[in-house]
């Protein structure tokens, strides 16, 4: 794209109409949004049509702002020359209704995506524009069929707009990628809705976007139900969501809910920080939930005495076989055990009013005791109302109560590592991740507390994607899958990048735990668009050792600045300055220094002591040109250099210590260097 293009003027000046378009369609859109009808004419089939035509980009054109992205990625020529179509981020039609840009989900625009010199898919001509903002900078034209032999070169070119979209300096944020999806992507981003879709990925082929633009896809071409049923993307951390979070509004689907699991919980709670890897194996182990069913019906018990309580000049009495008889009977009867509640109370006013030496009704007995004292410590013994968090607090503050609830599911080293101090009160607890489907668990045992369905029940969605899958525990999966109205998911992730303390070993064990009413579809996404050949080549030394057998990624750019191995003397100077080296070379670009979890505050201290502003693993962290990350936060995201600090202490941390390596090897887009003082792993000297 050096030389100027003939045709560039003529496309420059297409662009312009196409957002005069734009911005006419928003204006009427907002007249309709605002109760102004749209433009009469025609037959009442056609009006009708373009009402609804009308009605529903209302939402995605009132909601989208471009910004700085472009509105339209290129053009396709069908074979014949009659019309050519323009493909872009959303659908613009002129005031005649006839269409100025076809949005890039659209059927018709497969081509685009797909065409290929042996598969041209109708195509003559396919071609990519380079842009900024409104402003034409290229075209990058690619010839199918006979046009080939009219071509000067000879050649098929197409990578332009591809590599300068991967050479682009990162900001912080994760880009959209649909200027340049590419056809084994655009397949998976086009799959069918029904069922579930398995997608391994290595890292830098894209399958974060993919599963982003399939949400978005989706929702286009399954509007009705979806946009009613929801679509939710599930992410591994918040820092993950801040990095995807301007995706979606970008493609001009706003609607989607991003979340991680944490933020799906009712009713909500405090959560923050991660279990050590021993507690959080136990929490992610399925045999849990047979614990958290036993200590609710720990919770559900019978009298220890007989009990008696004044009404009037009687005395009703309850014995103990009286409620046993009553727990017996709500458990038959509730199919939740906050809906039992109501159960055992009707049944213990009724045994009370038979009680009476006279004939007396219940409801005259509940309206007259049900405010005693004695009756509500009754009622709170036999079958108490409780929330997740008061069953856990209760079950996880008292060896006794674990010993109880576990009867031989787990060691008692295990059952140890669910122990931990008591709270003042359940309400003051801040919960940790792996604490978080455990809560879910014990919602979905108790069920909605009286008068507090609409913020104890769940909901539920069309279709969820879920992101880095690979790491999520059994009873973690089961908590998202639980959100799943029909059994419709994307899952996606790297079974080489599986780390921590669920790392699963292959796929098989995550299907285990998927839907699979109606199968699960397999697919492999195989081109590493994002590293450069020679960092690629230095985290293909880690990769047998992180998955053996797993097929290495096929990078697309071969050449890139070679890694380079740093020793370092004084580990708080010379990583500053090499950091300092790293955000100089990559310009506008940004720098993260990954670094086993204990070497994080030092390390930032580091920089505090130089006067260097860095940003952490936050929401905004990235926003710094250098953010300091631990390895155990850093996969998903992708900046221009990457430092990997100590790579022996992030091998020794962890049961997998080597897949967190890999990952923090596969970070960047331009540059990677490696800063040492203890020994070098031998894995990685050349």
Not at 81 to 92: C, L, M, P, S, W
Not at 220 to 243: D, K, M, S, W
Not at 649 to 655: D, F, K, P
Request: charged share 25%; glycine share 10%; net charge negative.
């Amino acid at each position: 794209m050096s030389e100027r293009h003939p045709e560039l003027d003529t496309e420059q000046a297409y662009l312009d109409w196409a957002y005069a378009c734009l911005e006419d369609s928003r204006q009427r859109a907002v007249r309709v949004a605002s109760g102004h009808q749209p433009q009469s004419g025609g037959t009442e089939q056609a009006r009708l049509e373009r009402e609804i035509a009308v009605d529903g980009a209302v939402n995605r054109l009132t909601q989208l702002d471009l910004g700085d992205r472009s509105l339209v990625f290129g053009r396709i020529d069908p074979i014949g020359g009659v019309e050519r179509f323009y493909i872009g981020r959303v659908a613009v039609w002129d005031r005649d209704q006839d269409p100025v840009v076809v949005d890039w989900r659209a059927p018709i625009a497969e081509p685009f995506y797909r065409a290929t010199g042996r598969e041209p898919m109708g195509l003559e001509r396919r071609r990519h524009f380079a842009s900024r903002g409104r402003t034409l900078l290229g075209l990058d034209d690619e010839l199918f069929g006979d046009l080939i032999n009219e071509a000067v070169d000879g050649e098929v070119r197409g990578q332009g707009a591809l590599i300068a979209a991967i050479e682009a300096s990162r900001s912080g944020r994760l880009g959209d990628i649909v200027a340049t999806i590419q056809g084994e992507q655009d397949e998976i981003i086009r799959a069918p809705l029904p069922g579930v879709l398995l997608v391994q990925g290595g890292p830098g082929t894209g399958k974060t976007v993919v599963a982003l633009h399939r949400a978005a896809y989706l929702l286009y071409t399954h509007r009705f139900p979806l946009e009613g049923q929801g679509v939710l993307v599930i992410g591994p951390n918040r820092l993950f969501l801040a990095y995807i979070e301007q995706v979606l509004p970008s493609l001009g689907e706003a609607g989607v809910e991003i979340a991680v699991l944490g933020d799906l919980l009712r009713p909500r709670v405090a959560v923050d920080g991660l279990d050590e890897e021993p507690i959080a194996a136990v929490k992610g182990d399925l045999r849990i939930t047979e614990v958290l069913a036993r200590a609710v019906r720990d919770r559900q018990r019978p009298l220890r005495e007989d009990f008696s309580v004044g009404f009037g000049v009687f005395r009703l009495r309850l014995t103990v076989e009286e409620s046993a008889a009553i727990i017996t009977e709500a458990r038959r009867r509730a199919r939740r055990h906050n809906a039992g509640r109501r159960i055992v109370e009707e049944l213990v006013f009724s045994r009370l009013a038979a009680s009476a030496r006279r004939p007396v009704e219940p409801q005259a007995v509940r309206e007259q005791l049900r405010g005693e004292l004695a009756i509500r410590e009754l009622l709170e013994w036999m079958w108490p109302v409780l929330t997740p968090a008061h069953l856990l607090h209760d079950l996880f503050g008292s060896r006794a109560l674990l010993r109880s609830a576990n009867r031989g599911t787990f060691s008692e080293g295990e059952l140890a590592q669910l122990h931990r101090p008591r709270s003042v009160h359940a309400d003051e607890v801040v919960w940790s991740f792996h604490d978080v489907p455990l809560l879910d668990e014990a919602r979905a045992l108790l069920g909605a507390r009286p008068g507090r369905r609409d913020v104890d029940e769940v909901r539920t969605y069309g279709h969820i994607c879920i992101d880095e899958a690979q790491d999520l525990s059994p009873m973690e999966l089961r908590m998202a899958v639980r959100r799943s109205l029909n059994g419709s998911m994307t899952v996606v992730g790297d079974i080489a990048q599986a780390t921590g303390a669920w790392a699963n070993a292959g796929w098989d064990q995550v299907i285990a735990e998927l839907p699979d009413r109606r199968g699960v579809s397999r697919r492999e996404l195989t081109v590493g668009y994002r590293i450069p050949g020679p960092a690629m080549d230095l985290a293909n030394r880690v990769l047998p050792f992180a998955a053996p057998g797993l097929r290495p990624s096929l990078p697309v750019r071969l050449d890139g600045d070679p890694p380079r191995i740093v020793p370092l003397r004084d580990v708080g100077t010379e990583l500053v300055d090499l950091a300092l080296e790293e955000r100089a070379a990559v310009g506008e670009g940004n720098v993260a220094i990954v670094v086993a979890g204990s070497m994080f505050r030092e390390t930032l201290a580091a920089f505090a002591d130089r006067g260097v502003p860095v940003g952490g693993p936050s929401r905004h962290g990235l926003d710094q040109s250098i953010t300091v990350v631990p390895v155990s936060l850093v996969k998903g995201l992708e900046v221009d250099a990457v430092v990997v600090l100590e790579p022996a202490r992030i091998l020794a941390e962890g049961s997998q210590g080597v897949r967190s390596l890999y990952v923090a090897l596969t970070r960047s887009t331009k540059r990677v260097a490696v800063a040492h003082q203890e020994p070098l792993p031998e894995m990685l000297i050349p």
